[in-house]
Structures are given as structure tokens and as C-alpha cells.
């Protein structure tokens, strides 16, 4: 169906994300950066509600999981928990994560993957390393309406929003109030390089002294870190630095070491904290593995042990080392029948394949979507040469095998990039809110849901996807 827009709505939106620097819509002929609605994505007040919980939930689920690594890996809990999360990992990078003065350490954003369902929501992947948070603050100024509310930390007149808590986390972090921040974005992360300087120069215009910059841009002091200011010569001492940079590529990074120095030293602070095992997918295998049970039933909350139980889908770690003959992998059927050896999971029938590999840390095909198998949406040889490779690549490069749980279908229009006309698309929906963790509480900042064509397994920040802030209809 097409329908004339009004307003010319499509201009304005499209306008206003371009001269922030998020949207370009001459990126590849007929198709942008990607698609723009007149409208954000609705949810119920007992969604938001459920939403709200949410980070608080997850909050406790990385502490608990935070003291069960460190147990382990002193010896006090079962040793193949740090030996998993450890895989593949250099020694000197393991040891930094586990000093005493970081043990309590904790990202400073924690942002799940939440795929809506015709049964609720699952939560398929957990992101302490998330980009997008600049780009949702965007969205969620353009968007303000008085026919709905926005969700999230609420933008006033002075700004407030994301902008406030994401400033309010690094505060939290370093120690000090009015800390100066450095966005340190990697080369490998240089397609976020644009969203960052949004949002620094958002919080600079209020006075907050909040820099992205490339690594090569800071220098090294005896007393710490500094950068030049864009706008002239003055030298900006750093008191922490927003890590925007994934730990695998650390020998790519320039002043990496440096930086890791000044951190070790408490010249700065920087979050996320040099803790591998926190951005590893495995994490969710571990949660759902019988031997730990009695250890998530006794570190969280009821209400939360319940709530990611349902939430959080099974999931093991590919572990290519031969079962007894009596045993089976734990919760893991085909066709009704306990799987006993991955060997089973070889030429399944595409609807037995309703499952995804994905690598699980530490790697680049472990970010941005890629990495990533479903197992109905490829070849059964395709399938077969995803799964060998996995098996053949543990210890020394994990991977997890999920259930694969589908979106549910909803209708959803957007504007076509060369008419400005409305269509509409038949759509699966994958919400990320953004939680940002000060004085002890994780406060949701905002959700930006990403719509991607019902045909597409994978769902993300593609070209023909639609990206709109989370609101509630008054």
C-alpha cells in the first residue's frame, strides 16, 4: 500500500539525522543508510513496565556472573567455568582482567538483543560494547510528539536524555563529578566514529567536557592522558575513557598499551573494564547449564532468576571434546530424541536446523551481526561446514549453538528513499534498550527497535531496515 506523506515529515527527519552526521541518504544509489518512518514503534505501558525491570535484572545477572568467574578462576568454584570464558584469550590480557583493584569492575552500558515473539520476548544476545546509544538520542529528540511518549530517560529544554546518563555513568565510574571524558573509537569501530562525535559535541555544547577521538589522538603523560581540544591548542587532561574498542583487536590499537597503563596505574578509568569474559556469548550457555542452577537460584533474586529463565534461550557451548557413551548434551533434542554427540547435528532437515552458531568472543566476526549462522536460512552443506569449523576452532575460538526463536510479524511503513511516498513492509521487530549503570542502578536511557523485512533471519541495522525509537501511545 502507498499513501502520500504529510508534511514532508520524510525531509525533516531525513535532514535532521544527516546534519548530525547519522544518516546518509547518497550512500549507495537508491539505498541509504536505511530506512525512515513517520513514526517510533509502539508499546504497551506493560511492556515499558517489563523494560524497565529489565535493567535492573540483567544488572544482578552480570554481577553474579562477574563472582562466579573470579571464583572459579581462584579455585573456589568449579574451574571449567573461567576455563570456557577463558578460551583462546592471551594470558597478559586474563591477568589484567582479574587484578584485585578491578574485581568489581561492571560495563557501564549493558544493552540485550530483545526479539519481540508471539510468546513474549527473548533475549537472544547481551552487548557490553554497544554502539547506537548516540544514534538513539537522536531519534528520540526528532521524534518528541505530544501524541506519544517517547521511552526512556525523559529530554528536557536542557537536554537530559541519554546525554545526561550516558555523562552520569562516566561520572560514576571515575570517581569524580565533573569528570573529563574521552570516546576512544577504533578503527575497526570507525563506522560509529560519527555517532560518537554527535554526541560528544551534544554534551560539549552543554559544557560537559566530553571528546571521541581516534586512539592515535591521545598522548601519554607521567601524570596520565590528554588530547587537544578540536578547537585549538589547549591540552585536556583525560580523567576516564568510554573503551570503544573490542579487547580482540587490542595489538591493532594505537597507545593501547599506554592506555591499559594510565588504567592500571589510576591515572584514568575506563569502562567497559578489561574483563573478556563479560563480552563472551558463552555466558548464556553457562546460564542455562544444570551444574550452575543452584548457584543463579542463590545469587539472584527470584523474580530475576525467573524472568531470565524465560527470557534467555537455551544455548550450549560447542565443545568438540567426545561425551561417554552414556551421556547426552543437556537439554539439547532433535526430533524428540537427546542429542549425544554433535555428530547428530550434521544433516538435519531445515525445520530441525531452527537453530544458530554464532562465534562467541573475542574475534571480529563476534560483533556487528556477523559471525552469525541460522540454521534454516542456509544450505544443509552450508550448515555442515558452519558446524565442522566450530568444533574445529575449540578451544582456541569458541562458538555457541542457540535456539533460534522467531519475531512475530507486524506491519510497519516507511518511507521509499528516491519517492518520499509511504509503503509499508511486513516486518520482525529486534528492540535493543540501552541501560546505563550509575551509583549502583542500571537506568534505562531509551530502545531503539530496528525492523528488518520478514524474510531476513538476521536482524539488523541493514540498508532496507527501519530505525525508530521505542514510545507508549497516550
Not at 269 to 274: A, D, F, L, S
Amino acid at each position: 500500500m502507498i499513501v502520500q506523506p504529510e508534511d514532508n515529515l520524510f525531509s525533516v527527519i531525513q535532514t535532521s539525522l544527516a546534519q548530525a552526521g547519522l544518516y546518509s541518504p547518497e550512500k549507495h544509489a537508491d539505498q541509504p543508510t536505511w530506512r525512515i518512518s513517520p513514526e517510533p514503534f509502539y508499546l504497551s505501558e506493560k511492556e515499558v513496565e517489563y523494560f524497565r525491570r529489565l535493567g535492573p535484572q540483567l544488572l544482578e545477572f552480570y554481577t553474579a556472573l562477574n563472582q562466579l568467574y573470579l571464583d572459579s578462576a581462584k579455585g573456589k568454584a568449579l574451574p571449567w567455568i573461567a576455563e570456557y570464558l577463558d578460551a583462546g584469550k592471551p594470558s597478559q590480557l586474563l591477568d589484567f582482567g582479574r587484578m584485585k583493584k578491578f574485581r568489581r569492575d561492571l560495563p557501564g552500558i549493558i544493552r540485550p538483543d530483545v526479539i519481540p515473539t508471539e510468546n513474549g520476548f527473548a533475549v537472544t544476545e547481551l552487548d557490553s560494547v554497544p554502539g547506537g546509544f548516540g544514534l538513539t538520542d537522536r531519534l528520540m529528540r526528532i521524534y518528541q510528539d505530544p501524541g506519544y511518549e517517547i521511552v526512556g530517560e525523559m529530554i528536557g529544554e536542557k537536554g537530559g536524555g541519554i546525554q545526561d546518563l550516558f555523562y552520569r555513568m562516566m561520572a560514576s565510574a571515575s570517581g569524580k563529578e565533573n569528570p573529563s571524558v574521552a570516546i576512544v573509537v577504533s578503527e575497526e569501530a570507525a563506522d560509529y566514529l560519527g555517532e560518537m562525535k554527535y554526541l560528544a559535541a551534544q554534551l560539549r555544547a552543554r559544557n560537559y567536557p566530553v571528546y571521541a577521538v581516534r586512539p592515535g589522538d591521545l598522548t601519554f603523560r607521567e601524570d596520565g592522558l590528554s588530547l587537544v581540544e578540536d578547537e585549538g591548542e589547549r591540552e585536556i587532561a583525560i580523567d576516564a575513557i568510554y573503551r570503544f574498542f573490542e579487547l580482540f583487536d587490542l595489538k591493532n590499537i594505537p597507545k593501547a598499551e599506554l592506555m591499559m597503563y594510565a588504567h592500571k596505574k589510576g591515572r584514568i578509568v575506563t569502562t567497559p573494564p578489561y574483563k573478556p569474559f563479560l563480552e563472551e556469548k558463552s555466558v548464556l550457555a553457562l546460564f542455562h547449564h544444570p551444574a550452575l542452577r543452584p548457584y543463579w537460584e542463590k545469587a539472584l533474586t527470584p523474580e530475576t532468576f525467573d524472568s531470565l529463565v524465560h527470557l534467555i534461550p537455551s544455548a550450549w557451548i560447542l565443545d568438540n571434546r567426545e561425551l561417554p557413551p552414556h551421556a547426552v548434551v543437556p537439554g539439547l533434542k532433535i526430533g524428540g530424541r537427546s542429542v549425544g554427540s554433535w555428530k547428530e547435528l550434521r544433516n538435519l532437515t531445515q525445520k530441525e536446523r531452527e537453530l544458530a552458531i554464532k562465534t562467541s568472543g573475542f574475534s571480529p566476526l563476534a560483533w556487528g551481526g556477523r559471525g552469525v549462522t541460522i540454521g534454516h536460512d542456509v544450505s544443509s552443506e552450508e550448515w555442515n561446514r558452519v558446524l565442522d569449523e566450530s568444533l574445529a576452532n575449540f578451544p582456541d575460538q569458541p562458538a555457541i549453538l542457540q535456539e533460534f526463536h522467531k519475531g512475530k510479524r507486524v506491519r510497519f511503513s516507511y518511507y521509499h528513499p528516491n519517492s518520499g511516498q509511504l509503503e509499508e513492509m511486513d516486518s520482525r521487530a529486534r528492540l535493543t534498550p540501552y541501560y546505563f549503570l550509575a551509583e549502583g542502578q542500571a537506568r534505562l536511557g531509551g530502545i531503539l527497535a530496528t525492523l528488518c523485512p520478514h524474510d531476513k533471519k538476521k536482524i539488523h541495522g541493514m540498508s532496507d531496515a527501519v530505525m525508530v525509537p521505542c514510545a507508549i501511545r497516550k
